[in-house]
């Protein structure tokens, strides 16, 4: 990462590092009983979201995970994962509506308006995926995830900023729904989600490093 920073004094107020901390969460992740858990295919995002929530542990496994479109595919992969302790996931479903202890959520992320930057790039990292079509020369980012309501929100968040991003109404799959952004929006978006992570540090570099290797191929 390129910058290091204190860890946010309240992590329920509107910072860019909790706004896409609870990207994260809210992509992969839960909040249960006296637990907040996030996880990444990224080692320095790991490290990034401990320091942001303050965790003193990074749990590293191997994952065989299931394609988002198609079960019957898996992939192994390492997995990372970071665990916050104590009253947070009991917070977090109260002031941002997220889901506890498998009650659905609603989502309340109104907080983090002023960044919605980081928030979506914590949601596309969390449950997003990039695709190069070769095809139809283009890239695909869609959003997968089992929770609809969780998705819905990711589409009001797209709704919102100022660059325009139309996409699908959800499609059900296998491992829940799914909906993507039209491919002629995606550069626009995938330049204005990763903009100035070089000077906030707050990004996956795999994530970012795909999707710009994706948008150089095709013709723009």
Known sequence: MSIQSETP????AAHPETAYFWGRVAGDGECEEGCVTVR???ETAAR???AIAGADQIDRRIL???YAHDTAITRKADEYVVQVLG?????????????FDGQPGGYRF???ADHDRQLLRGLLEGCGTVCFKSDAGAVGVSFVHEDERLLRTVQSVLDRIPVDSPHDDLADA???YWFGVDDDRVPALGEWVYDGT????LFAPSRRRKLRKSLDRIDR
């Open 9 to 12: 004094r309240d992590l329920l």
């Open 40 to 42: 990444t295919t990224d």
């Open 48 to 50: 990034r979201l401990a």
């Open 64 to 66: 065989e995970r299931e």
């Open 87 to 99: 009253d947070l996931a009991d917070r977090a479903g109260a002031a941002l509506g997220l889901p």
């Open 110 to 112: 109104d907080v983090f």
């Open 174 to 176: 296998s491992s829940g």
């Open 198 to 201: 070089d000077e906030s540090g």
